[in-house]
DNA sequence: ACACCTGTGTTGCATTATGCAACACTATGA
DNA sequence: TCATAGTGTTGCATAATGCAACACAGGTGT
């Protein structure tokens, strides 16, 4: 069980190492907040803040970032609610990256699973979406 | 397949929010520290550099800093051969902040785990593992 | 013996990601 | 209309990190 721990954190320190040397397309901040906000309908800052456990500030100034090289739109949208927050929706540019990104990732990972069979993949994933999912119960 | 990159993704950043917040009796950076030197027989900074993928200055703050606050010894031992670096090895308080810092892990985990076969835990932190392993061969 | 190279650690400086607290703005409700 | 709650922004501080320059110790080669 100490086990799961170590591997974990193993896998944690590396890939932060990783993303700290490398700038693939985007930054590991930048995919992951673009990523949320791609999958997340109406989405505004607070929502990534909650999400990501992150100050409101920190996600404010990400998001500022995000604009000013153009990779998002804010209170872009029909917005027919103008309410509460400002929408933020991908930019095109904001999308090409992301699926390069997204792309990129994908390809690192095929090369390390590639001896992996299709059902040994799905159950780490199985397993990892429970660990998850667990977390998500008891809040820590 | 990206299921495993996206879960592997929000445990890093779940565990990375949550030692922000929290210092158990350990700082995430510290307990790691300490665990690799209480792992690594005859353990010097650039050990630790290469092992957790960190330039030796960052080290060598860190290890400073557990020096400081007496969890570590520098250059204690026997040293039968002082040669090539600083050996480090844990003070009696480090131990003891360690095994506190590894018991309150393993407390947290295994609330988490806590509906878990015991195979099923093997079975993940196999899976872990071998993904792991499978970094090593290929640098990344 | 002396000059030189290599491996290790340290330090100055910069950067990134982050939190907290104070503030500003905008609806919404009483 | 005014108070309140929800969002976002900004000033300030901190932790972790990298890079580059430096310091130092041990071997090597001549």
Same mark, same amino acid.
């Given at each position: ?6 591997? /974990? ?23 992951? /907040? ?7 309908? *109406?989405? %505004?800052?607070? @929502? ?16 500022? =970032? ?32 992301? =699926? ?8 690192e990972?095929? %090369?390390?699973?590639? #001896?992996?069979? =299709?059902? #040994?993949? @799905? =159950? /780490?994933?199985a397993?990892? *979406?429970?660990?998850?999912?667990? #977390? *998500?119960?008891?809040?820590?």
């Amino acid at each position: 069980m100490q086990a799961v721990y170590t591997q /974990l954190q193993t896998i944690s320190r590396r890939a932060s190492a990783r993303s700290r040397r490398t700038a693939e397309p985007l930054t590991l901040v930048q995919h992951t /907040l673009l990523n949320f906000i791609d999958g997340t309908p *109406e989405c %505004r800052a607070i @929502d990534i803040a909650g999400a990501m456990r992150l100050n409101r500030s920190t996600v404010s100034r990400q998001v500022g =970032d995000l604009q000013a090289i153009g990779l998002i739109e804010v209170g872009a949208v029909t917005a027919e609610q103008t309410s509460r927050g400002q929408l933020l929706t991908l930019s095109k540019r904001g999308r090409e990256l992301l =699926d390069r990104s997204i792309r990129a990732n994908h390809d690192e990972l095929e %090369r390390r699973l590639s #001896e992996w069979s =299709d059902d #040994e993949i @799905d =159950d /780490l994933a199985a397993g990892l *979406e429970r660990f998850n999912a667990d #977390e *998500e119960r008891s809040p820590s």
